[in-house]
T-cell receptor, first 109, second 115 residues
Framework: GQNIDQPTEMTATEGAIVQINCTYQ??????LFWYQQHAGEAPTFLSY??LDGLEEKGRFSSFLSRSKGYSYLLLKELQMKDSASYLC??????????WGAGTKLIIKP | IAGITQAPTSQILAAGRRMTLRCTQD?????MYWYRQDLGLGLRLIHY???????GKGEVPDGYSVSRANTDDFPLTLASAVPSQTSVYFC??????????????FGPGTRLTVL
């Protein structure tokens, strides 16, 4: 079966750096997405990786290793507004997104 | 309108009743999707449509039906609601570009409770 694994919850301090890991086993691979979802709101797109390596976008970076079935989202200079759930999703061979359950990130002052 | 809208925002429904969740996008996206989101689980695809006039089944289609009469609208119907359909329902859309990023954009969601 297809599987996306992420930690359920993480806690970090304002101003610090946090890394959220995602491992996947899917039938085929056509890209990996990270989305942010604040409580009670819709998911919003953060990043997309299809080739191995690091994609940087301001305070957020995303890394992919296809051979290891592994990705991480790196958040720098954490702000209170970064408190949210972070969803990892892989596009499979049918071009459908398979979603992880999400990682709830709690930022403490 | 800008983006995707969904209606209603929330609904409490008696089991056995019929319910249609509405979704409209104004981005002229070809593809549209319906997901449900339950606590502790990832988003699960119910139905999708790659273009107007076509629909397909996702991971959890039982008890749901969709139609895609035009580009903008993609309603989801529960023919006879059951308590296990209590969930938050998200509609999403994308350009539908095979080989490209094809990012999905989400509506604000409908919180449905079936009693």
């Amino acid at each position: 079966g297809q599987n996306i694994d992420q930690p359920t919850e993480m806690t970090a301090t304002e101003g610090a750096i946090v890394q959220i890991n995602c491992t996947y086993q899917t039938s085929g691979f056509n890209g990996l997405f990270w989305y942010q979802q604040h409580a009670g709101e819709a998911p919003t797109f953060l990043s997309y990786n299809v080739l191995d390596g690091l994609e940087e976008k301001g305070r957020f970076s995303s890394f992919l290793s296809r051979s290891k079935g592994y990705s991480y989202l790196l958040l720098k200079e954490l702000q209170m507004k970064d408190s949210a759930s972070y969803l990892c999703a892989v596009r499979d061979s049918n071009y459908q997104l398979i979603w992880g359950a999400g990682t709830k990130l709690i930022i403490k002052p | 309108i800008a983006g995707i809208t969904q209606a209603p925002t929330s609904q409490i429904l008696a089991a056995g009743r019929r319910m249609t969740l509405r979704c409209t996008q104004d981005m002229r996206h070809n593809a549209m999707y319906w997901y449900r989101q339950d606590l502790g689980l990832g988003l699960r695809l119910i139905h999708y449509s790659n273009t107007a006039g076509t629909t397909g089944k996702g991971e959890v289609p039982d008890g749901y039906s969709v139609s895609r009469a035009n580009t903008d609208d993609f309603p989801l119907t529960l023919a006879s609601a059951v308590p296990s359909q209590t969930s938050v329902y998200f509609c999403a859309s994308s350009v539908e570009e095979t080989g490209g990023t094809d990012t999905q954009y989400f509506g604000p969601g409908t919180r449905l409770t079936v009693l």
